[in-house]
């Protein structure tokens, strides 16, 4: 079990890692295009080599004097790629490296990118003195984090550029539910963060600085959704408080600034059961609280919780007969506040000044942070006017960001077996049977492969509680079984003490976040082996050909993981396969049978779904990077 970095060490390795994924960016793009020359002098090689490549670089830096008066070589340039806090603030290294994978890819780097890279690199080197300060003022605070495992690099414990979200933790089908005790993050005692609490209701947020709830004792509930969370009494506040990872609101466009608001009617803001309720500003209410307890947490929703916390905003209108109410004129219908079309375009307006926590993915990666935003609703994939001649969709307008901050909900029909997962992290869908009896399994009856599927192809899945059901636990048993990774209730109190005491233990694993892996030049995830000699097979599959094995037990690399057939080692049973190169160099599946305090039938701990893809827009389906 890792112990959770300190704050200050925290933004050290957030800092140092946000600079190497952008040195990795271009690392990866001259592979893609550069082409490997000698150094003058040398021989040709006896055979190809790799543009890009760790050596290749160290070439390019020593030949071209890119580093004068220093003999950089391949470990150099591994540990500033890596992220090692050390050498990553070293401003003549970073810089180096950057012009070297430019040289490679023929292409220009001007001295304004290096002055960019220098000022980042010289805040990393800030960083680390105040947080040695920091140590020494508090002696028990938790130090740095020390990778295990031989193959590990130096500071590759907190990677930014990721496609992380939470697994599963699936009960087999027909077995008893793994239930166990939870226990609260370890806190740094003489490192507790304070925070501060406003007294106002939440009927007069402004856009002051918002309020930011303790966190102490809080432990993330992974499969815990807080739908209709803006009609709770703390919207945001109370769902943190509990521990849930993700959370659901409403809003519309009124006055030109988006409110909470299920929907409106004779101009008043009604929630779903059609009370009125006040229509509160969404900025204060979410984006400002969620960067505040960022702030506040070092860089994260919850210490030491390295995976995005999910925030559903649900586009809405006004609605007649025919859909949402819009003018009969295309032109002024572009324009309209109840168009939603414009309310996601106001959305994405709003994200901008809270970029830097927010999970996106650029053209190059993936790349991490502490917030995730998902629009949802049922006019995603309806067409509205975009302009006097023109038509979209939400879903079109958000494909067409350069680089995607504002992600797209999916549904079993559109996007269950497509590789999008890049737009279409999450998919969505309603309990078949509303409310489900003792005995009854609507979900796993009609939908268990529909969630395998979306599950294989790199999505998540989240069941929405559209009825107020008087046996809650019956349904939320049937999604659990069914695998479903997000379970939705606005009863976040009961859902909360319902998840704390029956969805507690996964596949194992300890699973580290993606990070780049400096000695197979690939991002993945290492995670926990029990022993060595694991079997690695062609397929997710036990009666497939074995390929190789995994020589060593403990820290191991992986890039995904998926279900597939059930597999059986001493008394412990999984259908969860995790993808990998033996250690002959064959790629292939290692069960989860094998994996450290596994639990019957779930995935691995913070394991991804599908096989992390440094390429947006190619197949994610698990082939060597």
Same mark, same amino acid.
């Given at each position: 079990?890792?112990?959770?970095?300190?704050?200050?060490?925290? &933004?050290?390795?957030?800092?140092?890692?946000?600079?190497?994924?952008?040195?990795?960016?271009?690392?990866?793009?001259?592979? @893609?295009?550069?082409?490997?020359?000698?150094?003058?002098?040398?021989?040709?090689?006896?055979?190809?080599?790799?543009?890009?490549?760790?050596?290749?670089?160290?070439?390019?830096?020593?030949?071209?004097?890119?580093?004068?008066?220093?003999? /950089? !070589?391949?470990?150099?340039?591994?540990?500033?790629?890596?992220? !090692?806090?050390?050498?990553?603030?070293?401003?003549?290294?970073?810089?180096?490296?950057?012009?070297?994978?430019?040289?490679? #890819?023929? &292409?220009?780097?001007?001295?304004?990118?290096? %002055? @960019?890279? /220098?000022?980042?690199?010289?805040?990393?080197?800030?960083? *680390? =003195?105040?947080?040695? &300060?920091?140590?020494?003022?508090?002696?028990?605070?938790?130090?740095?984090?020390?990778?295990?495992?031989?193959?590990?690099?130096?500071?590759?414990?907190?990677?930014?550029?990721?496609?992380?979200?939470?697994?599963?933790? @699936?009960?087999?089908?027909?077995?008893?539910?793994?239930?166990?005790?939870?226990?609260?993050?370890?806190?740094?005692?003489?490192?507790? +963060?304070?925070?501060?609490?406003?007294?106002?209701?939440?009927?007069?947020?402004?856009?002051?600085?918002?309020?930011?709830?303790?966190?102490?004792?809080?432990?993330?509930?992974?499969?815990?959704?807080?739908?209709?969370?803006?009609?709770?009494?703390?919207?945001?506040?109370?769902?943190?408080?509990?521990?849930?990872?993700?959370?659901?609101? !409403? +809003?519309?466009?009124?006055?030109?600034?988006?409110?909470?608001?299920?929907?409106?009617? !004779?101009?008043?803001?009604?929630?779903?059961?059609?009370?009125?309720?006040? #229509?509160?500003?969404?900025?204060?209410?979410?984006?400002?609280?969620?960067?505040?307890?960022?702030?506040?947490?070092?860089?994260?929703?919850?210490?030491?919780?390295?995976?995005?916390?999910?925030?559903?905003?649900?586009?809405?209108?006004?609605?007649?007969?025919?859909?949402?109410?819009?003018?009969?004129?295309?032109?002024?219908?572009?324009?309209?506040?109840?168009?939603?079309?414009?309310?996601?375009?106001?959305?994405?307006?709003?994200?901008?000044?809270?970029?830097?926590?927010?999970?996106?993915? %650029?053209?190059?990666?993936?790349?991490?942070?502490?917030?995730?935003?998902?629009?949802?609703?049922?006019?995603?994939?309806?067409?509205?006017? +975009?302009?006097?001649?023109?038509?979209?969709?939400?879903?079109?307008?958000?494909?067409?960001?350069?680089?995607?901050?504002?992600?797209?909900?999916?549904?079993?029909?559109?996007?269950?077996?497509?590789?999008?997962? %890049?737009?279409?992290?999450?998919?969505?869908? &309603?309990?078949?049977?509303?409310?489900?009896?003792?005995?009854?399994?609507?979900?796993?009856?009609?939908?268990?492969?529909?969630?395998?599927?979306?599950?294989?192809?790199?999505?998540?899945?989240?069941?929405? %509680?559209?009825?107020?059901?008087?046996?809650?636990?019956?349904?939320?048993? =049937?999604?659990?079984?069914?695998?479903?990774?997000?379970?939705?209730?606005?009863?976040?109190?009961?859902?909360?003490?319902?998840?704390?005491?029956? #969805?507690?233990?996964?596949?194992?694993?300890?699973?580290?976040?993606?990070?780049?892996?400096?000695?197979?030049?690939?991002?993945?995830?290492?995670?926990?082996?029990?022993?060595?000699?694991?079997? /690695?097979?062609?397929?997710?599959?036990?009666?497939?050909?074995?390929?190789?094995?995994? *020589?060593?037990?403990?820290?191991?690399?992986?890039?995904?993981?998926?279900?597939?057939?059930?597999?059986?080692?001493?008394?412990?049973?999984?259908?969860?396969?995790?993808?990998?190169?033996?250690?002959?160099?064959?790629?292939?599946?290692?069960?989860?049978?094998?994996?450290?305090?596994?639990?019957?039938?779930?995935?691995?701990?913070?394991?991804?779904?599908?096989?992390?893809?440094?390429?947006?827009?190619?197949?994610?389906?698990?082939?060597?990077?």
């Amino acid at each position: 079990m890792r112990e959770p970095l300190s704050p200050w060490w925290a &933004e050290v390795q957030d800092a140092a890692q946000l600079l190497a994924s952008q040195l990795n960016a271009y690392v990866t793009h001259a592979a @893609r295009v550069g082409v490997y020359t000698a150094p003058p002098g040398s021989p040709p090689p006896r055979r190809r080599r790799q543009p890009g490549s760790l050596r290749h670089l160290a070439e390019v830096i020593r030949t071209h004097r890119l580093a004068p008066g220093r003999s /950089v !070589d391949k470990d150099d340039v591994a540990a500033v790629l890596a992220g !090692d806090p050390h050498r990553i603030a070293d401003p003549v290294l970073v810089v180096a490296v950057a012009r070297a994978s430019h040289l490679i #890819a023929g &292409e220009p780097f001007g001295d304004a990118g290096a %002055d @960019r890279l /220098v000022v980042a690199s010289t805040h990393v080197s800030s960083l *680390a =003195d105040a947080a040695r &300060e920091a140590d020494g003022n508090a002696p028990r605070a938790v130090p740095a984090l020390r990778p295990a495992g031989n193959d590990r690099i130096a500071g590759d414990a907190g990677p930014i550029i990721i496609d992380a979200h939470f697994t599963t933790r @699936r009960p087999g089908r027909g077995r008893a539910l793994i239930a166990g005790a939870l226990s609260a993050l370890v806190l740094a005692g003489a490192a507790a +963060v304070l925070v501060l609490r406003r007294d106002e209701p939440d009927d007069r947020l402004t856009s002051a600085e918002p309020v930011v709830a303790t966190v102490a004792g809080v432990t993330p509930l992974e499969h815990g959704h807080a739908q209709n969370d803006h009609l709770n009494a703390r919207p945001l506040l109370d769902a943190l408080d509990r521990g849930f990872t993700s959370v659901g609101t !409403d +809003v519309l466009l009124r006055d030109d600034t988006l409110v909470l608001c299920h929907r409106l009617v !004779d101009g008043a803001c009604r929630d779903s059961r059609g009370t009125t309720i006040t #229509a509160r500003p969404f900025e204060p209410a979410y984006l400002q609280r969620f960067s505040a307890r960022v702030k506040a947490n070092g860089g994260r929703v919850y210490p030491g919780f390295h995976q995005p916390v999910l925030l559903f905003v649900g586009i809405g209108c006004a609605e007649g007969p025919a859909g949402c109410t819009l003018p009969p004129d295309p032109a002024a219908a572009a324009t309209d506040p109840n168009n939603p079309l414009v309310v996601v375009k106001k959305l994405m307006s709003a994200l901008a000044p809270y970029r830097d926590m927010l999970y996106h993915v %650029d053209r190059t990666a993936r790349r991490w942070g502490p917030v995730q935003i998902v629009v949802t609703g049922s006019h995603n994939d309806d067409r509205f006017p +975009v302009s006097a001649g023109g038509y979209d969709t939400v879903r079109g307008i958000l494909q067409q960001q350069s680089d995607i901050y504002t992600f797209l909900d999916g549904s079993f029909d559109v996007d269950g077996d497509q590789y999008n997962a %890049d737009l279409v992290p999450v998919i969505s869908f &309603e309990n078949p049977a509303g409310c489900a009896k003792a005995d009854e399994t609507p979900v796993q009856t009609r939908h268990w492969d529909d969630i395998v599927t979306a599950q294989s192809t790199g999505h998540h899945v989240r069941l929405r %509680d559209v009825a107020d059901c008087p046996d809650r636990g019956s349904s939320w048993t =049937d999604a659990l079984y069914a695998g479903v990774d997000y379970i939705g209730s606005d009863h976040v109190a009961m859902l909360g003490e319902w998840i704390a005491g029956t #969805a507690v233990g996964g596949g194992g694993g300890d699973c580290a976040v993606p990070s780049w892996i400096a000695t197979a030049r690939l991002y993945g995830q290492y995670c926990t082996l029990v022993a060595g000699k694991a079997p /690695v097979m062609s397929r997710p599959d036990p009666a497939s050909a074995r390929v190789g094995t995994l *020589a060593h037990g403990g820290a191991n690399w992986f890039l995904g993981q998926q279900p597939g057939k059930p597999h059986t080692r001493d008394e412990s049973t999984n259908f969860w396969w995790a993808y990998t190169r033996a250690s002959n160099g064959r790629w292939g599946w290692v069960s989860l049978t094998y994996f450290t305090n596994g639990v019957l039938d779930q995935s691995a701990d913070g394991l991804q779904y599908a096989c992390y893809d440094v390429r947006p827009g190619e197949p994610d389906n698990c082939h060597a990077i």
